[in-house]
């Protein structure tokens, strides 16, 4: 009786241990498909001595949020131009306003406002491994459309630049991803359209963001271009979203040494004479090795 005991007790034993260890590979399997997209294309092909380094900022932006006057704007335009040349806010064509017969007459296109923001990934030491200036500027079209709707555009600026290596030792960094969000968040206002809009995979390639719309039978849009030097620019997966309180995410990633803009744009709808009310979110992400 006892070894029938003693058997019976080591079957349920095995059996609960085979259990365990049935379920321990699912959960784990479970944990990785959770794994964002984000997260792989980051840690895409790190070596385990990188160590990554993420400076994020977020703000909301009404009207009482201080920000650039035009005159302000066209002044930190020209600054970021010097600073990044081709990568500046505007890229390498900058064309704002209506296009008809006077393809550059900004009459029924109104600046705003715009707001900057300016970001630093440091090391344990202090030292700054990466950096990015970013910026959204708020347009807005004279014309309603057919039931008195006001639009808006944003435009959404970003360029990052990686430490280069200035030791012996070496203390340079890649970039490794950044993005520029804009999300609305009221119920009452559509994010209609964004640009761009599905991944663009470059090699000096030149990318165009545009949008264009015609209102009260006058065609207007926003439009430029930048240079994507390598890997991806694209809408940030499950950042992105069209209709009601909607939101856009342009990010690049990626795994470069040197300066990368991006630009992307969205148009907004809202009844008439509504304010803006937005929260604007920026992040940086580099690996130092």
């Known amino acids: 009786m006892k070894m029938n005991v003693k058997s019976g007790i080591g079957a349920m034993l095995t059996a609960m241990l085979l259990v365990s260890m049935a379920f321990i590979p699912a959960v784990s399997a479970e944990h990785m498909n959770d794994k964002s997209l984000e997260v792989m294309d980051i840690e895409e092909n790190l070596n385990k001595s990188d ?53 550059y007459d900004k009459e029924n296109i109104q600046y ?56 012996p030792l070496g203390d340079d960094s890649n970039l490794r991803d950044f993005c520029n969000k804009v999300n609305i968040g009221n119920s009452n206002y559509d994010l209609i359209v964004y ?7 470059g090699d000096e390639e030149v990318v165009t963001v545009n949008l264009g719309a015609v209102y009260q039978g006058v065609n207007c849009g926003i439009s430029g271009d930048f240079v994507l030097h390598q890997d991806k620019v694209r809408p940030k997966p499950g950042e992105c979203q069209i209709g009601n309180a909607g939101k856009y995410t342009v990010e690049w990633v990626g795994n470069y040494e040197g300066s990368q803009s991006i630009n992307g744009a969205c148009e907004e709808r809202r009844p008439y004479g509504s304010p803006y009310d937005f929260v604007w979110d920026n992040s940086l992400t580099a690996s130092q090795f």
Do not use: C
Not at 134 to 150: I, S, W
């Open 51 to 103: 160590h990554v380094l993420v400076a994020k900022a977020s703000k909301t932006i009404t009207p009482e949020t201080p920000g650039l006057s035009e005159k302000e704007f066209e002044v930190y335009v020209d600054k970021m131009k010097q600073k990044y040349g081709d990568a500046g806010v505007f890229g390498i064509e900058p064309e704002v306003g209506l296009k008809n017969s006077l393809p």
């Open 112 to 167: 705003v406002n715009s707001w900057t923001e300016h970001l630093e990934v440091k090391n344990s030491n202090g030292v700054v491994m990466a950096s990015s200036d970013n910026l959204v500027a708020l347009y807005k079209l004279d014309k309603t459309d057919e039931l008195g709707r006001e639009h808006y555009y944003y435009w959404q600026w970003s360029s990052a630049q990686n430490r280069e290596n200035t030791e």
């Open 195 to 201: 640009s761009p809009d599905a991944d663009i995979i």
